[in-house]
DNA sequence: AATGGCCGTTGCGGAGGATGCAATGGCCTC
DNA sequence: GAGGCCATTGCATCCTCCGCAACGGCCATT
């Protein structure tokens, strides 16, 4: 809506890719150089972006420090962290937390498995919406209109051959996930790694959240993890009874 | 230098805050509302601010993302990792590395103690610069001038009896720091709380990153910490030599 | 050592966009 | 049902952002 903060934001996930110099930003927001450069500085006084020894720029530091005051407004995440280590520590595998937030899910949290195995996630990184457990949960909540245009917008990219491969197919699986309360990813990002997920719901019981457990098959078969199930669900209770304030907290009941 | 991205990203830390209405960016920002919710429109096409159920605008989750990307360009950082997983493992206390940027000094990296505390520090947040260790290091290598002019336009704030008071006692302290080749913290930031660090260096001999170990004193005593500090230097100068490419990394040496 | 090219930087006039005003409409309260 | 609060919109005015062209520093090339 507005073009100058409109070219100058567009400068970040640029330089998200890597470092640039003032001709490269120039060229990619298809700019005059002195144009960038204005919009460049404006960016560094606020620390957004960082003028590193060989004059070429990079995203800043200021923009940590912004993600961290972020994340600590995100009260699901205090509250839902503790269960999740506890989680990880009896079963052993990876553990992530995820949120919708305008059509995307990305992960807020992740507690890493406590075996020698490498999981491609990260806190931050917008999830493969049309296969992880966690994103059918937070979509199969959405409301009915809403659920069926977004799903129509989407890519439906084939990770492996039991990826979701159309809207139809992911607008089946969305009511069933929500019907049965719980959802799956089985091999569908990776053909290896398996994955079960429960919703997190505030008070009026829509879905604020969504955690999961994830093992590659080399450790765990797939029947194997859906045996943690249960317990995947009742800490996901837990944490939704402890952020609905049915439980209390830390600080004295009034 | 651009007024209407300057106050576009006015809107970011003072959003951080807290979530706020159209009526109060306005105010705070001393503009129209509808300027105001221009701007707030702008950001939110591009994730940096979310709209709540409540039409009030929070930070929003774009920016773990590209904070995340940000991290993962500092390529310090994933050399460093290994060696700070490998210190904590061994010593059992928190592993901090802290870079300098535009005279603020910030935590990049944490591998937490595996002792029950809880430490008050957060990758991405800024380190209280006048009494942290590793800010010491960072600091102590500017050149002369440079470091002098800083260090006046400081302030000292007394997190405790031991916090350095004025820019006279730090630029001494820098100056020992820089002669003996590391720094400590006793006490300064957090009464119960030692800390000692060592530099990282780059090809050129500059400082390029500081790395420290923590610990409260009910676990161990200053002098007990202090018997570390050849396994931290050791650890850093191993840093250090990895990262001027002195050590061949994963990839095949050409 | 001299030269050419590259890149970042600066000053300036014109044009396009951003600004603030005033009016509308939805929502909640009294 | 009335009043007030807040978000939202259309519009005319003015300001600010834009691209141009010229400068200057740096490096490589001859």
């Given at each position: 809506m507005s073009q100058t903060v409109d070219r100058a934001l567009s400068i970040l996930p640029l330089l998200a890719e890597g470092p640039a110099d003032l001709g490269q930003v120039a060229d990619r927001l298809d700019v005059h150089k002195s144009t960038a450069l204005r919009l460049l500085r404006t960016l560094h006084e606020h620390g957004l972006v960082y003028r590193q020894s060989d004059q070429r720029y990079r995203l800043g530091a200021r923009l940590f420090a912004l993600a961290q005051e972020a994340v600590e407004n995100l009260d699901v995440r205090e509250i839902a962290h503790p269960h999740l280590v506890r989680l990880n520590e009896n079963c052993g595998h990876t553990v992530h937390l995820a949120v919708h937030e305008d059509g995307e899910v990305l992960y807020i949290d992740k507690v890493d498995s406590r075996y020698p195995v490498r999981m491609?996630?990260?806190?931050g990184k917008p999830v493969a919406?049309?296969?992880?457990a966690v994103a059918k949960l937070l979509l199969a909540d959405l409301p009915d209109p809403e659920r069926r245009t977004f799903a129509e917008k989407l890519d439906y990219p084939m990770?492996?051959?039991?990826?979701?491969?159309s809207a139809p197919a992911f607008l089946r699986e969305l009511d069933k996930v929500r019907e049965q309360g719980w959802a799956t990813d089985?091999?569908?990002?990776?053909?290896?790694i398996n994955c079960v997920a429960a919703p997190i719901r505030g008070t009026d019981g829509r879905v604020v959240a969504a955690m999961s457990v994830s093992a590659p098959n080399v450790v765990v078969t797939e029947t194997e993890l859906l045996t943690l199930l249960p317990l995947v669900r009742r800490t996901a209770e837990a944490i939704s009874a402890e952020y609905s304030g049915k439980t209390p907290t830390k600080e004295t009941s009034s």
């Amino acid at each position: 809506m507005s073009q100058t903060v409109d070219r100058a934001l567009s400068i970040l996930p640029l330089l998200a890719e890597g470092p640039a110099d003032l001709g490269q930003v120039a060229d990619r927001l298809d700019v005059h150089k002195s144009t960038a450069l204005r919009l460049l500085r404006t960016l560094h006084e606020h620390g957004l972006v960082y003028r590193q020894s060989d004059q070429r720029y990079r995203l800043g530091a200021r923009l940590f420090a912004l993600a961290q005051e972020a994340v600590e407004n995100l009260d699901v995440r205090e509250i839902a962290h503790p269960h999740l280590v506890r989680l990880n520590e009896n079963c052993g595998h990876t553990v992530h937390l995820a949120v919708h937030e305008d059509g995307e899910v990305l992960y807020i949290d992740k507690v890493d498995s406590r075996y020698p195995v490498r999981m491609y996630s990260r806190i931050g990184k917008p999830v493969a919406i049309t296969v992880a457990a966690v994103a059918k949960l937070l979509l199969a909540d959405l409301p009915d209109p809403e659920r069926r245009t977004f799903a129509e917008k989407l890519d439906y990219p084939m990770y492996t051959s039991r990826s979701t491969p159309s809207a139809p197919a992911f607008l089946r699986e969305l009511d069933k996930v929500r019907e049965q309360g719980w959802a799956t990813d089985l091999g569908g990002h990776e053909e290896s790694i398996n994955c079960v997920a429960a919703p997190i719901r505030g008070t009026d019981g829509r879905v604020v959240a969504a955690m999961s457990v994830s093992a590659p098959n080399v450790v765990v078969t797939e029947t194997e993890l859906l045996t943690l199930l249960p317990l995947v669900r009742r800490t996901a209770e837990a944490i939704s009874a402890e952020y609905s304030g049915k439980t209390p907290t830390k600080e004295t009941s009034s």
